[in-house]
């Protein structure tokens, strides 16, 4: 006898076959996914299927943001405030690191 949880995922196919998945039709790279350590597989995988990304990666996305709009800008007064922002983020997403190597360290001592 399927269990209820079952029952939902058939009806949910059953309506949605045509659907398009992202990946339809290839093979799972679960290559990365067993990389993370065993405690932190779920965790990981939750925040990365929800869209969000870990405060260095979004810094990193927005440095390198800041650093094509200053390439593109053309107005010094803007592109000296985009600079002064660009440095800003390079120190925040340095201090993190920082802060990672310290608790690394506690961690393993």
């Known amino acids: 006898m399927p269990s209820p ?14 659907e398009h998945l992202p990946g339809k039709g290839k093979p799972l790279d679960l290559e990365e996914y067993f990389r993370w350590p065993d405690d932190k597989r779920m965790g990981y995988s939750l925040i990365r299927e929800a869209g969000c990304v870990p405060p260095e990666v ?30 800003a983020r390079q120190v925040e997403f340095n201090i993190h690191l920082e802060e990672r190597q310290r608790s690394r360290r506690r961690l393993s001592q």
């Open 58 to 87: 979004a810094l990193l996305q927005e440095i390198d943001s800041l650093k094509q709009s200053i390439d593109q800008c053309t107005d010094p007064e803007k592109r000296r405030r985009l600079r002064d922002r660009l440095q």
């Open 5 to 18: 949880i079952e029952k939902l995922i058939d009806e949910w196919v059953s309506q949605n076959s045509e």
